[in-house]
């Protein structure tokens, strides 16, 4: 079944003092009975902090990022066993911040979303055109691209994850795609899970997601639910979301 999620992604924001509130606003005001999920990605420094404040609460909670490898020489990483130590159950795995400003490829991307998987955390997994590429009229077969490398890599493990359709250029722009638009990607990126027998996997959408535009977009048939930048450090705009 298409589990109906809303993840907020904090990117290199917080402090211990201001996520304190935060995170005690999620936990008091979200309960189990709400309709979708919820779940808060926060810089690694603070996922201890989140679980701590979370764990008795119906909020999850998860990391941007995970390495590709299990342990060993890699400086400044973060493994998924030990994000799975904090309680972390998701993993953004290809940001188009980390695909942009870290060079990621398709195929670490993708060994990513398979290292999140066999630790037991459910990868994020971003996909996403630049504005570049969406006036050469290149959307679809970019987002299928970057799709398919990680069926290539996940075969019959696809079913296990969540992706995120974020079009580059609606991130923090203030610029959402249209409902319709972004229903229309929805729509191609399902049928090629569908063709790989992951028909039931959870697409959100991400980029400038608002109290404002969340109901327009939530009530598209093939949108499951949001990536939230900017509206996930402040608690009524993303609790707001989640309801809408
Ligand atoms: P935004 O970011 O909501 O601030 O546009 C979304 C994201 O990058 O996940």
Known sequence: MRRKLVAGNWKMNGDLATNARLLDRLAGAWTRAE???????????YLAQAQAALQDSAVAWGAQDVSEHRSGAYTGDVSAGMLVEFGCRYAIVGHSERRQGHGETDARVAAKARAALTAGLTPIACVGETLDERERGDTEAIVRRQLAALIAVLGGDTGR???????????????????????????????????????????????SVKAANAAALLAMPDIDGALVGGASLDADEFLAIGRA
């Not at 309709?35 to 420094?45: E, G, I, M, T």
């Open 35 to 45: 309709r979708r999920s919820l779940a808060v990605c926060v810089p690694a420094p």
């Open 161 to 207: 994850i969540v992706v995120a359709y974020e079009p580059v250029w609606a991130i923090g722009t203030g610029r959402t795609a249209e409902p319709a638009d972004a229903q229309a990607v929805h729509t191609k990126l399902r049928a090629q899970l569908l063709a790989a027998g992951a028909g039931a996997v959870s697409i959100l959408y991400g980029g």
